[in-house]
């Protein structure tokens, strides 16, 4: 029986077109790209020509786009600078944002660096933004709003000029978690209010061990990584080239493919959706379905029975991948803290499914037909 594969948002599949434009550089071209000599000179061409097509693609400066290993590293350096570099005292954040971001913040605090405040939360899981007025008016140190551009787990879309407006309005600095939109929806980085954004190539077709971060050229930051003048004397250390290159095909193959990619993966929630409350009695939706959604992603809580406790186990014994929560957290499942902070009923079990371009409304039957028989 063959896998169904309903977990893009933790991964994608690596698109055999990226695979083909990272393999010259994991064989004949592995010069390193600090040599003077052309087999060095061919590999720095190539990081800086995937420089320049990723900020073309998101609307940026070459300058203004740093390589990194994923998400995690430039979440974890964009806040880590706004504390140390630009002087923030104070950070804002929501309760649902991925751990990457709320276990840095956690860290700054308990080391005394900065003094944090929970924007609350309305009850779709959007962020409040009167709140987040209220908090940054009240403020009277530098202070850094860091709030996700889509949540990972139940897919609600933040109004990233919005908040960004309002970061302007009171000089703070605002660093936006973009991994699950970089390469799912279109950005134009020099007409939208952020100072800080994130992506991972593994999020959208291309291979793992790589990111960006975008730093506003108008950030002054230091070095996050020190012994060598890689990245501008901004990150040290020999680069991920095929990773690096692996990134901006993948961004490439995404951004040509955005408009038919939305319509059919939206197309693939929405049927899931409408089958599932068909097919299911009790079953309720988390977040924003679909409003202000994302369309990769649709959360479900099923009722707590003897059958329900095990169900992503049994999804998995038959060939079904989903997602309790988080898969960075996965390993001792705690639960998702994501759903806690909207959905008090502890009778209910949240399941992600998240949908990419090769998913098919099949392979969709297939699972509720397995949901309906396991419940």
Do not use: W
């Not at 695979?19 to 592995?30: G, R, S, V, Y």
């Not at 140190?141 to 000029?161: C, F, P, R, S, Y």
């Not at 209010?193 to 002054?220: D, W």
Request: with cysteine.
């Amino acid at each position: 029986m063959n896998r169904i594969y309903l977990d893009n948002a933790a991964t994608t599949s690596l698109d055999p077109l990226v695979l083909e434009a990272m393999m010259p550089f994991l064989t004949e071209k592995f010069g390193n790209p600090s040599s003077i000599y052309s087999y060095g000179r061919e590999t720095r061409m190539a990081i800086e020509q995937a420089r320049k097509s990723v900020a073309k693609i998101v609307n940026a400066h070459p300058a203004e786009i740093f390589f990194t290993s994923g998400g995690t590293e430039s979440s974890n350096t964009a806040i880590f600078s706004a504390v140390r570099d630009l002087g923030c005292k104070h950070i804002i954040t929501s309760e649902i944002e991925h751990h990457a971001v709320s276990h840095a913040v956690e860290y700054l605090i308990n080391a005394g660096k900065a003094a944090v405040s929970y924007v609350k939360l309305l009850p779709n899981g959007h962020i409040d933004l009167e709140d987040l007025e209220k908090l940054l008016s009240e403020s009277s140190v530098k202070t850094l709003v860091t709030l996700m551009h889509a949540n990972n787990e139940i897919g609600n879309m933040l109004d990233i000029h919005a908040v960004g407006n309002l970061c302007n309005l009171y000089n703070a600095v605002f660093h936006s978690d973009t991994v699950q939109t970089v390469g799912h929806l279109p950005f134009d980085l020099r007409n939208t209010p952020v100072h800080f954004i994130t992506a991972s190539a593994h999020k959208f077709h291309g291979p793992k061990g790589v990111g960006i971060l975008y730093i506003n050229e108008n950030m002054r930051i230091q070095p996050f990584i020190h012994g060598g003048g890689q990245e501008r004397n901004m990150r040290a250390g020999t680069e991920n080239i095929y990773g690096i290159v692996g990134l901006a095909k993948a961004l490439e193959i995404a951004t040509a493919g955005f408009e038919a990619d939305r319509t059919s993966i939206h197309s693939l929630k929405l049927y899931m959706y409408e089958a599932l409350k068909k097919n299911i009695p009790g079953i309720n939706f988390n977040g924003d379905v679909f409003e202000k959604s994302l369309y990769t992603i649709l959360n479900v809580s099923f009722p707590v029975s003897e059958k329900s406790e095990m169900l992503l186990f049994n999804l998995d014994i038959h060939h079904i991948c989903a997602s309790g929560g988080s898969a960075c957290a996965s390993g001792a499942d705690q639960g998702s803290h994501v759903i806690r902070a909207i959905n008090t009923d502890p009778n209910q079990i949240a399941i992600r499914f998240s949908f990419s371009k090769h998913n098919t409304t099949e392979e969709i039957d297939r699972v509720v037909a397995m949901l309906k028989r396991l419940i």
